[in-house]
């Protein structure tokens, strides 16, 4: 849940909630030999969490799930998208405040430079947005203009840098820009006019930085190497300079001073911090060092503060630096203000006659507006449907008003659901009950997906064992084949969960094998099952690349042994 992050949302962002899709696998029905039978699709880097009683009476969060933060230019407020909604919160943590409501998802946030303004994306209908900072209410633009990704102020507030394009455009059709607030007009930045999904403007307003890579239309990602090339261009147009070509891919690019900021992986599979100064590019460095990943920086306009997400906890934190000092923080959350009265609600999800608690799939939407789930569980969106895992029973805070609630669980139950109607200070409970209409493993057929990528480096959140787990249990598979594999850098995704053999946290009903996905940008993909070890080397047929030990001395696969029926 993607990741920009291993794994969701993705709305907008590097790889993105349209790009972001991409992660998902195709449903496909398995052969007997590989444990299955009935096929059920899992997106790449599903993101889910278990909700245990109580979460929602919990004083502090930490790692909430919020994305794409945006400190202000004073440095005293954070602006982020969480749950489809744009928030803020004091850099200093407490109590979160909602700005904008409706439907659809709204990301991408940007401060204007008197902190005044907020815009955003709504990622839903591809419309751009303008509202009240402090109240969050709606302001007026002229026209109705789309855009995607990142969006910046010039520092006369006037207009906006983006990638925009007319009503109707499709997001490729969009081009690096600027909006006139007055106006409505667009006026591209590059000639030719094209889209750049990785740019900054320079705190004077007078550069660009944007980034290009190797890759050429119709080849695999990666196959001519993950370099990427950053470039400055004025900002009202004119011949980009090329700054420095960059050693792996390059996510988000912050500009403040004489530096650079953005977020790479390179050395690995997880996204880390580093700074690139503009008079010696060839003294970039590291900034961070987790074992997850540390995205979407951004600073404030003194240089002091810098904000950033970590997912190490599986849904992303906001940590707070001072660049100053080099002290940080991992920031708590105290409270969710709503901006209105708010009730409780308390689900459970059972099995129609046995009353058997189930783990399942679960969409909570407002009537005509925002879905929703328990604070730090790990979101998804499939198409226009937002949905968390649920083990049995969750608790949310809400506000007052009317509400569907859908629970799926694979195909082998049938969907249930239920309108409700919470009022202000009302604690409600609902019982859903699935009701099961048909059970092959009674019959000795079991369903499974063979290509799982639990961590693929297209989202935010981080998957474990735990997580993915829980997801396998509320799809209804009863065997998974996770990948080890490469993208289309050097890192090597979920490494860390090879066994050679069943997780231990299988179940018997629910079986995780972490296995190995062979890549090779010329001769395709191939899938591996049931290893014992890593079959070195994990990708191939990518230039400039390190070089990989292959050892054939072993036999590295060996055959399920399973009933065949027709």
Not at 107 to 136: C, F, K, M
Not at 277 to 284: E, F, I, K
Request: charged share 20%; aromatic share 10%; with cysteine.
């Amino acid at each position: 849940m993607t990741s920009q992050s291993r794994t969701s949302v993705d709305q907008n962002g590097r790889n993105e909630p349209g790009a972001q899709m991409k992660r998902a696998d195709a449903a496909r029905r398995l052969l007997p030999l590989l444990l299955t039978s009935l096929a059920v699709a899992i997106m790449y880097g599903v993101a889910s969490v278990r909700n245990p009683p109580g979460q929602e009476a919990r004083t502090t969060w930490r790692a909430i799930g919020a994305i794409y933060p945006r400190i202000s230019d004073s440095g005293e407020a954070i602006v982020f998208s969480f749950q489809g909604a744009i928030w803020r919160i004091a850099r200093d943590g407490g109590i979160m405040r909602r700005l904008t409501g409706g439907p659809g998802f709204d990301a991408q946030p940007a401060w204007s430079h008197d902190e005044s303004r907020i815009a955003y994306v709504n990622t839903s209908s591809g419309e751009l947005r303008l509202i009240n900072a402090e109240t969050g209410v709606g302001l007026k633009l002229p026209g109705r203009p789309l855009a995607n990704g990142r969006l910046y102020f010039h520092p006369q507030n006037s207009r906006l840098l983006g990638n925009f394009g007319p009503d109707k455009s499709e997001v490729r059709q969009q081009a690096l820009a600027w909006l006139d607030f007055e106006n409505g007009g667009i006026r591209p930045v590059l000639d030719p006019p094209r889209h750049i999904e990785v740019f900054c403007l320079s705190p004077d307003g007078e550069r660009i930085a944007f980034v290009s890579f190797q890759d050429v239309e119709g080849e695999q990602g990666g196959h001519n190497g993950p370099q990427a090339d950053v470039w400055i261009v004025p900002s009202n147009g004119g011949e980009p300079r090329k700054l420095t070509r960059f050693r792996s891919r390059i996510f988000d690019l912050d500009w403040r001073g004489g530096n650079l900021y953005f977020t790479t992986d390179l050395g690995g599979a997880h996204n880390d911090l580093w700074v690139l100064p503009l008079d010696d590019p060839s003294q970039a460095r590291k900034l961070t060092f987790g074992q997850a990943d540390e995205d979407s920086p951004s600073t404030s306009a003194d240089g002091r503060w810098l904000v950033y997400t970590d997912n190490h906890e599986n849904a992303t934190a906001l940590v707070v630096r001072d660049l100053n000092s080099g002290d940080q923080k991992t920031l708590s959350v105290s409270r969710l203000d709503f901006g209105q009265p708010t009730g409780k609600i308390r689900l459970l999800a059972m099995e129609k006659g046995t009353q058997q608690p189930l783990v399942v799939r679960v969409s909570l939407q407002q009537q005509g507006g925002k879905y929703f789930a328990p604070v730090g569980s790990l979101y998804r969106i499939h198409r226009t449907l937002e949905h968390f895992y649920c083990d049995g029973q969750a608790e949310i805070t809400l506000p007052a008003s009317k509400y569907l609630v859908r629970v799926f669980r694979g195909l082998e139950y049938r969907v249930a659901q239920q309108e409700f109607e919470l009022a202000p200070d009302q604690n409600i409970t609902l019982r859903l009950e699935l009701e099961r209409w048909t059970h092959p493993a009674s019959r000795s057929w079991y369903s499974g997906e063979s290509h799982i990528h639990a961590n693929y480096g297209y989202g935010h959140w981080y998957n474990t064992p735990e997580t993915m787990r829980l997801q396998l249990e509320g799809e209804g598979l009863n065997v998974a084949n996770f990948m080890v594999a490469n993208s289309d850098t050097d890192g090597v995704f979920d490494r860390e969960f090879f066994r050679g053999a069943p997780d231990p946290r299988s179940a018997p009903q629910t079986i995780l094998y972490c296995n190995e996905e062979f890549r090779a940008t010329l001769w395709g993909h191939m899938t591996l099952i049931n290893l014992k070890q890593l079959v070195e080397p994990i990708f191939t047929g990518f230039p400039i690349r390190p070089t990989c030990r292959t050892d054939t001395s072993t036999t590295l696969t060996r055959p399920i042994t399973l009933p065949i029926r027709s």
